[in-house]
């Protein structure tokens, strides 16, 4: 199949969108940003100024004024509007994503397409609100009383490398139906993704200051929550980060939503059918180049078919094949960076080190015209131990490690006390009394019953537990927690 083509090669300096106006940034720090698939660069972008990022608050907080004010109807035709404007859009969205990130254009479609679902349901709960709020007539004589919802203000909404666009959307869409306003600080690993949605919003006609994007880094990210006129703080990304924000949150008495890492298990009964795992182990390991939040590299084989999967998994790994992601054939792109491909290394050798064995080594791929591309082929380990660091640590890269359980007893002994994260586990069976039990007894907020990804639906919070999740409210609908107060008025009028 033949190549798509990319919509610009270069990007230019990326620029600052501050007050409805995008600008170039005065910053005397421009960095990279590489096509991972050639290693080319395709943008350059500053590291925004203290100054620039107090504009962008500064902004953001006067559009607060005034957003908070638009009323119900046309905030949500706002909204609808910005549906309309991604769906026009979807086709460059996910080529840049893909050229930017290093996805298959496959995987970049899905990820965009979750990115509208999430405007969908922000448009959901905009009418919620209605509903939501609630009225007692006659209280007590003469006295009634009644509940609104009211935004807070202008929130950081901080996002990750791996998910640039649909980060994007698990919060902002869901301030903007609240009330509140924007400052988007993105990963420095995809910039260009960032700019893309940004400028497919900037379209839309929300009130100048609504949305603001800042290329910053944690010191930006910290001096922007430090502001008195930011409410809060979103994110996904690393529970390092998140804890750095909770404890700066708590200093300043501001609410957060702090997705971190997570350990994901993948659990295989011997009752299920193992072509089907084969398959669907492929898009839970090796998926996104293994990048994904929901992704796992635990596969705990119960019982005594530990060869037969691994024959039929191998099988299956080793015919993937990897290259560019707007080739529609590649089945497994690039690592996002190189310094995230050389993490992935050093976290095999140490699951080496650590007593795990080689099945399927794809450490030094070959991938033709590519040869300056971040690439790692998928990579199978066994004899994996429960006890080990890496069996505790995402290794976030295509890799798979089988581990022998004796029954599910073991294997849900390992998920719930071997890790400090719960943020999904997933169980392949025939067996509905197994998964039931399974469902409620594994410490993780996101279960899969035969299904690669626990994926939550736009409208379903991103349930992750432990230290997968730190704050006051989850990321997707439930972020409408974070962006809106409670208010209870008691009036007497006789």
């Known amino acids: 199949m033949a190549l798509i083509p990319e919509v610009q090669e270069h990007y230019g300096t990326l620029e600052q969108f501050i007050g409805g106006e995008w600008a170039p940034s005065r910053s005397a720090d421009v960095r990279e940003t590489t096509n991972p698939a050639t290693g080319e660069a395709i943008a350059a972008y500053p590291q925004a100024t203290t100054e620039e990022a107090r504009a962008a608050v500064e902004a953001a907080d006067r559009a607060y004024g005034v957003w908070r004010d638009v009323c119900l109807r046309d905030r949500a035709r706002l909204l609808f509007d910005l549906r309309a404007k991604l769906e026009e859009r979807f086709d460059r969205l996910t080529r840049i994503l893909s050229q930017d990130h290093g996805r298959t254009i496959g995987e970049a479609r899905g990820s965009v397409r979750r990115v509208i679902e999430n405007v969908e349901s922000a448009c959901s709960a905009a009418y919620r609100l209605v509903r939501d709020n609630e009225h007692l007539d006659q209280l007590a004589t003469g006295i009634d009383q009644y509940l609104v919802y009211e935004p807070l203000g202008a929130f950081l909404i901080i996002t990750p490398g791996n998910i640039p666009m649909h980060a994007w959307s698990s919060f902002v869409p869901y301030a ?90 993948v659990v295989v009964m011997p009752d299920a059918d193992l072509d089907q795992v084969a398959q669907w182990l492929l898009r839970s390991c090796f998926g996104m180049g293994g990048q994904r939040c ?45 310094a995230g491909k050389e993490k992935v290394l050093a976290w095999i050798d140490r699951a080496l080190a650590e007593g795990a064995k080689v099945v399927l080594d794809g450490r030094d791929p070959a991938v033709p015209g590519y040869e300056n591309g971040h690439f790692l082929a998928p990579t199978i380990l066994e004899d994996g131990n429960p006890d080990a660091q890496t069996a505790k640590e995402e290794s976030f890269g295509p890799v798979a490690v089988l581990m022998r359980a004796s029954g599910l007893d073991e294997a849900l002994d390992w998920i719930n006390n071997k890790t400090l994260y719960g943020h999904s586990a997933c169980i392949f069976t025939a067996s509905g009394k197994t998964a039931r039990r399974f469902t409620r007894e594994a410490l993780v907020g996101n279960v899969g019953v035969n299904v690669a990804v626990p994926q939550p639906y736009a409208f379903f919070p991103l349930g992750s537990k432990r230290e997968s999740f730190l704050g006051t409210a989850k990321s997707r609908m439930a972020s409408m927690r974070l962006f809106l107060d409670e208010k209870t008025v008691t009036a007497r009028w006789v």
């Open 176 to 265: 903007l139906a609240a009330g509140c306003t924007v400052v988007v600080s993105p990963s420095r690993q995809d910039p260009v993704a960032a700019d893309a949605i940004t400028r497919a919003a900037a379209e839309v006609g929300f009130p100048p200051g609504t949305i603001n994007l800042v290329h910053g880094g944690r010191a930006i990210n910290r001096f922007i929550l430090d502001q008195p006129e930011i409410q809060g703080v979103g994110l996904i990304g690393s529970t390092a980060a998140a804890w750095d924000l909770h404890r700066q949150c708590g200093e300043l008495g501001k609410p957060s939503s702090l997705n971190g890492n997570g350990k994901n298990n």
């Open 294 to 338: 929901l992704g796992s590299d635990n596969v705990i084989v119960v019982g005594d078919r530990h060869d037969e999967l691994k024959e039929r998994f191998v099988a299956a790994a080793r015919g993937m094949r990897l290259g560019y992601g707007l080739d529609e054939d590649t089945e497994l792109g690039p690592m996002c960076t190189l």
